[in-house]
Nanobody, 127 residues
Framework: QVQLVESGGGLVQAGGSLRLSCAAS????????MGWFRQAPGKEREFVAA????????VYTDSVKGRFTISRDNAKNTVYLQMNSLKPEDTAVYYC????????????????????WGQGTQVTISS
């Protein structure tokens, strides 16, 4: 049973930074792409970033490019999302997720590819 536990959310002012962490257990972590998604109030959940099992490939949604960095430490079974230059529109519940495909050839931004989800962590950016 794959379990994902996010942490690191909070309330910061615009322009500030946060680092989210997602600790995984129950699967061979390094073999799976990991992703971050977010859901703002009244909106659908959207893709933020994803990273391949080795960490060599990353993808980002356009709105966070240059501000957010996804990384992973396979020795610690943990994926991170470093968020800088935060904006009020980044306010959302952030979820980490694990791809269903082992050793996926492509890093996917499609939600249906991700079978395992954490409980989410709230990120609130004040203006």
């Amino acid at each position: 049973q794959v379990q994902l536990v996010e942490s690191g959310g909070g309330l910061v002012q615009a322009g500030g930074s946060l680092r989210l962490s997602c600790a995984a257990s129950g699967h061979t972590f390094s073999r799976y792409t990991m992703g971050w998604f977010r859901q703002a109030p009244g909106k659908e959940r959207e893709f933020v970033a994803a990273i391949s099992g080795s960490g060599g490939n990353t993808v980002y949604t356009d709105s966070v490019k240059g501000r957010f960095t996804i990384s992973r430490d396979n020795a610690k079974n943990t994926v991170y999302l470093q968020m800088n230059s935060l904006k009020p529109e980044d306010t959302a519940v952030y979820y980490c997720a694990a791809d269903r495909v082992v050793m996926a050839a492509m890093v996917s931004r499609l939600q249906y590819r991700y079978d395992y989800w954490g409980q989410g962590t709230q990120v609130t950016i004040s203006s």
